[in-house]
């Protein structure tokens, strides 16, 4: 079985800062030999109406992410803004892709966002307005299909590839800590990631899975979600192999990107066990 992804272009989605899950995974593609394409929100030409503050978020953004990137990557790997709100954004991606002749062996969706966690805060179900559900539908499991169609339409993923969205136990069950309108975005993410499966496989034999990781608070993401300190702590003391690091999560990515796999539709789980509780 070949684990080498030497030569194989990965777009990576989702990284923030150093912390990242997106960049840790990042990390072990380019260890093991991948070209790399990262994207994280930031400014462009589609961002229309905007007030100066908004302007400005989307540059400091923007600017955090690339730093983060050229240290912990280095300079070969290329960064391109992107707003999956966007479609025009989505498809500006595409054609520069295509413009530079690059193809795609393998992308990870890691991008999520809930308005209605502020804080740390998480908002009841039952007071989550249409705006604020389809926000979070919108981002985090729409987004997947959404670059997926625009990537597929021009050619550019490659036949026998690799797609992998990151998930969350959440998606399925009500978790202790509150995870309330993203799990529900979540659980879309993962029956799109069947459906995908099943087209892109008889297609184009493209794999589409997703996993779901352990409790992790060391990200932006993590550390916003209220309870969440008291679910890793559950996590490692009820799992049967404790909590999964992120390394885990980086192995296990890289194993569903290496050619030659026959491994597609799965919704795994790299959280040492804990989904099998009750």
Same mark, same amino acid.
């Given at each position: ?6 030569? @194989? ?19 072990? $593609?380019? %260890? ?5 394409? $990262? ?47 966007? %479609? ?10 295509? =413009? ?48 997926? %169609? ?16 990151? =998930? ?18 979540? =659980?879309? #993410? *993962?029956?799109?990631?069947? *459906?995908?499966?099943?087209? #892109?496989?008889?297609?184009? %034999? &493209? ?9 992790? @608070?060391?990200?932006?993401?993590? =550390?916003? &979600? ?8 559950? $996590? ?15 192995? *296990? ?12 539709? *799965? ?12």
């Amino acid at each position: 079985m070949n684990y080498n992804l030497s030569g @194989r272009t990965v777009i990576i989605t989702g990284i923030t800062d150093s912390s990242s899950l997106a960049l840790v995974i990042a990390k072990e $593609c380019k %260890q093991l030999g991948a070209n790399l394409i $990262c994207t994280g929100l930031g400014k462009t030409e589609f961002h229309k109406n905007l007030s100066e503050a908004g302007l400005s978020f989307l540059e400091r953004t923007y600017s955090d992410f690339t730093k983060t990137v050229k240290s912990e990557l280095g300079d070969d790997a290329i960064t391109y803004p992107l707003d999956v709100t966007i %479609q025009a954004n989505i498809d500006a991606f595409a054609d520069f892709l295509q =413009s530079n002749k690059i193809k795609i062996h393998s992308f990870l969706h890691s991008i999520a966002m809930d308005k209605t966690i502020r804080q740390g805060k998480v908002k009841p179900i039952m007071t989550i307005s249409r705006e604020e559900f389809m926000d979070a539908m919108n981002v985090s499991a729409f987004s997947l299909l959404a670059l997926t %169609q625009s990537l597929y339409q021009r050619n550019l993923l490659v036949e026998g590839g690799s797609i992998v969205a990151l =998930s969350y136990l959440g998606a399925e069950k009500v978790v202790s800590h509150p995870y309330k309108n993203i799990g529900v975005a979540k =659980s879309a #993410l *993962e029956r799109l990631v069947k *459906e995908m499966a099943m087209e #892109l496989g008889k297609e184009k %034999q &493209i794999q589409v899975n997703a996993i779901r990781f352990s409790p992790y @608070r060391a990200s932006k993401a993590g =550390s916003a &979600i209220d309870g969440l300190e008291q679910a890793e702590n559950s $996590c490692e003391e009820l799992s049967p192999l404790g909590n999964a690091k992120a390394k885990d999560l980086a192995e *296990e990515v890289a194993y569903l990107f290496r050619p030659g796999n026959r491994i597609t539709g *799965e919704i795994r789980h790299v959280d040492g066990g804990y989904h099998i509780r009750g």
